[in-house]
């Protein structure tokens, strides 16, 4: 599976992104998938993470009430809608895939991932 994470950019405190990572491969809809990031100086943090059905799923606290995640498995696309974006959001967004194995279903650990998309940054300007 390959990953590839679009969308981010430079916002305003308050402000919305909506990023995308694109999967390729015909088992997408196996796959867990997850939204994490990594700020300068600081370890890769979960942020968001959806069960390969799309019926589940959860965020970080300090997200909750402001992102949502989402797929679109008929399109090897997953989403993170970003919105009352702030400063501390800032970071580089990474999306990863992890092979759903019928136990789980979703993940908040990065080190269970199978693959990486190579990151997308995300700058919000207070």
């Known amino acids: 599976v390959q990953l590839q994470a679009s969308g981010g950019g430079l916002v305003q405190a308050g402000g919305s992104l909506r990023l995308s990572c694109a999967a390729s491969?015909?088992?997408?809809?196996?796959?867990?998938m997850g939204w994490f990031r990594q700020a300068p100086g600081k370890e890769r943090e979960f942020v968001s993470t959806?069960?390969?059905?799309?019926?589940?799923?959860f965020y970080v606290d300090s997200v909750k009430g402001r992102f949502t995640i989402s797929r679109d498995n008929a399109k090897n696309m997953v989403y993170l809608q970003m919105n009352s974006l702030k400063p501390e959001d800032t970071a580089v967004y990474l999306c990863?895939?992890?092979?759903?194995?019928?136990?789980?279903?979703?993940?908040?650990?990065?080190?269970?991932?199978?693959?990486w998309g190579q990151g997308t940054q995300v700058t919000v300007s207070s």
């Open positions: 990863g895939a992890k092979w759903y194995s019928g136990v789980f279903v979703y993940s908040t650990r990065d080190d269970e991932y199978d693959y």
């Open positions: 959806i069960s390969a059905s799309g019926g589940n799923t």
């Open positions: 491969g015909r088992t997408f809809s196996r796959y867990i």
